[in-house]
């Protein structure tokens, strides 16, 4: 009796995860079932596998797959497959790659927004609203101004996990792991050349932050690249918890972060929405330290920054969220106010 091919168990398991995927896109209760009930367990344990191990696995898995998709053509050539084999084995290879980017994450693009899965209600733009949030965020934010020392990376990392802890489940985030730790990067000028300061690595439920970032934008990335890590893919829903939970450290100079860390959002939302005198007023309304602290900012990292590299890279992170239901694109960064405003007090509300 001739044996069933064992490539066509593999094809009809690839075949069912795609349409698994698939499925969770255009039902957004499957990706919440995921987000909720799969994706905790296993980014735990994706987690755990690589805790150990110093450095970001992410990139070396990327690093690898590159040279085997470069790889495999030679391969085939030398060993007489077939040009049918070598399309063959490098269509299952991306298949892979695509499977295992979206089960070990990316399906948390596909859940349901924050707004109806934490059954909190949107609230459409008024003037008297924004304007009020301005003068409350300013006010707290200059009151936060402070040149206080910071605690430590491990300091810092422990108390985020703490608060994280005390979110409800309503908001549908994974439980915090105390072997998640951030991971450091191999090619950080590469990182740095394109402006990013982190990111969330898919394969192996990976934080990573960027080596070069200054202490004052520390815990607000950490925070909002491990909120990812936690089943969050809104770009603006991550800034929205790396806020909260910020602001609410008790270190003055973690508090600061939180509130510095909006500001960029805060004024670019500002900016398109208020006169031009009004803007200014705004402007004049903030600390003058504050101001040249964030010009500061703006200028280290643009001194790393690659123009080149980085419009390809804001080019090619432009099409990756609006393909992945965030049709605002890199815009979606700014839309945290509306979910603060959404919860002025805070996420026990």
């Given at each position: ?14 075949a069912?995860?795609v ?94 927004d ?22 409350d ?7 936060a ?11 810092i990392?422990?108390?985020v ?13 994974s ?45 607000f990335?950490y ?58 007023q ?48 890199q815009?979606?960064?700014a ?7 959404a ?7």
């Amino acid at each position: 009796m001739k044996s069933f091919p064992l490539r066509y168990v593999r094809w009809t398991a690839e075949a069912l995860g795609v349409c698994f995927i698939f499925l969770c896109r255009l039902l957004p209760d499957w990706g919440e079932m995921y987000a909720r009930h799969f994706y905790p367990a296993l980014s735990a344990l994706l987690s755990a596998l690589v805790s150990w191990i110093p450095f970001s696995m992410e990139e070396w898995f990327f690093v690898a797959a590159c040279v085997l998709l470069a790889g495999l053509p030679l391969w085939g050539w030398k060993k007489k497959k077939g040009w049918k084999w070598t399309l063959r084995a490098e269509a299952e290879l991306l298949v892979g790659v695509y499977l295992w980017f979206y089960v070990g994450w990316g399906i948390n693009y596909f859940r349901k927004d924050f707004f109806t899965r934490s059954s909190v209600e949107y609230v459409a733009y008024q003037d008297s609203t924004f304007q009020h949030f301005l003068a409350d965020y300013t006010r707290r934010l200059n009151q936060a101004y402070t040149q206080s020392p910071f605690p430590s990376h491990e300091i810092i990392e422990k108390e985020v996990k703490q608060l994280f802890a005390q979110v409800p489940s309503r908001f549908g985030l994974s439980s915090p792991r105390s072997y998640q730790h951030p991971k450091q990067v191999m090619f950080n000028a590469l990182y740095s050349g394109v402006g990013v300061l982190g990111y969330m690595g898919p394969f192996f439920a990976e934080s990573q932050l960027n080596r070069e970032l200054p202490p004052l934008q520390w815990p607000f990335t950490y925070a909002h690249e491990y909120s990812h890590l936690l089943g969050i893919s809104s770009e603006a829903e991550a800034n929205f918890w790396a806020y909260q939970i910020c602001i609410r450290s008790v270190s003055p100079a973690v508090r600061y972060s939180g509130y510095f860390g909006l500001l960029p959002y805060v004024l670019s939302n500002a900016a398109t929405l208020l006169e031009e005198e009004d803007y200014r007023q705004l402007l004049a309304s903030i600390r003058p330290e504050i101001l040249q602290t964030l010009r500061e900012k703006q200028a280290y990292w643009q001194a790393r920054y690659n123009p080149w590299v980085g419009r390809v890279q804001e080019l090619m992170y432009e099409y990756y969220l609006k393909g992945n239901q965030i049709p605002s694109g890199q815009k979606n960064y700014a839309e945290v106010v509306a979910m603060i405003l959404a919860l002025p007090g805070g996420w026990w509300k």
